[in-house]
């Protein structure tokens, strides 16, 4: 049953922005779902970073209960693997995965999110 709430409260979104909602009232159906439909690979942030960056992904809710094998590999500007950052079944969610770039030079670097047929590419970089 939707019971919906009234009075002043904090609401944040992915970013971490925090939006104050005063003396609203906010109702949310109980049977929308919280999971994304899609895959998708977001930039980083911050971008530039130095030396730590986060990467943020969403694996979809398919079927219920499935998980999908998910690689998530960053790259130098020559195309060598510099790091496997995920290499597991993942259930349908929104993930964060740190990246430390410390023992790596200033420059551009890539990051590729692999699930099936799936593959996106974002560039970063790291400055020193």
Do not use: W
Request: negative net charge; charged residues 20%; aromatic residues 14%.
């Amino acid at each position: 049953m939707n019971q919906p709430y009234s009075g002043s409260s904090y609401c944040s979104d992915h970013l971490g922005v925090l939006t104050y909602l005063k003396d609203g009232v906010l109702d949310v159906d109980a049977e929308s779902s919280v999971y994304p439909d899609e895959f998708k690979l977001f930039q980083n942030y911050p971008n530039p970073f130095n030396p730590e960056t986060m990467i943020e992904y969403t694996v979809p809710s398919i079927v219920s209960n499935i998980t999908a094998f998910v690689q998530l590999k960053v790259y130098d500007s020559l195309g060598n693997e510099i790091a496997t950052l995920v290499n597991e079944d993942k259930s349908a969610g929104n993930y964060e995965v740190r990246f430390d770039g410390t023992s790596l030079p200033s420059g551009i670097y890539f990051y590729k999110l692999i699930a099936g047929n799936y593959s996106e590419t974002k560039k970063m970089m790291l400055i020193k």
